[in-house]
């Protein structure tokens, strides 16, 4: 079992910042890469960054160059630091992990931590 935990989602004005963290605890040596995504109103979950354990990373195009995923192995947190913020970045933000196949580990999820970006 993994448990996820996601945090510091809030109110900010555009062009704003914002460090969200996600901190898994359980079967943690089983995660082989981690991930946000992020779901606004009405839209389908999208993903925004990934990052594996050996620190490769990858951004979607909306978000290259204002974000930034990091990852504090020792501690087992997640982090997105969000940087120009800008009203369509609001969304419920979520972290999500993936795992090598020997764990024989499902799919978890946190519950989220909002983020809402006002004009």
């Known amino acids: 079992q993994v448990q996820l935990v996601e945090s510091g989602g809030g109110l900010v004005q555009a062009g704003g910042s914002l460090r969200l963290s996600c901190a898994a605890s359980?079967?943690?040596?089983?995660?082989?890469?981690m991930g946000w995504y992020r779901q606004a109103p009405g839209k389908e979950r999208e993903l925004v960054a990934t990052i594996t354990t050996d620190g490769d990373t990858t951004y979607a195009d909306s978000v290259e160059g204002r974000f930034t995923i990091s990852r504090d192995n020792a501690e087992n947190t997640l982090y997105l630091q969000m940087h120009s913020l800008k009203p369509e970045d609001t969304a419920v933000y979520y972290c999500?992990?993936?795992?090598?196949?020997?764990?024989?580990?499902?799919?978890?999820w946190g519950k989220g931590t909002l983020v809402t970006v006002s004009s």
């Open positions: 999500n992990a993936a795992f090598y196949l020997g764990c024989g580990l499902g799919d978890y």
């Open positions: 359980g079967d943690t040596v089983c995660i082989s890469a």
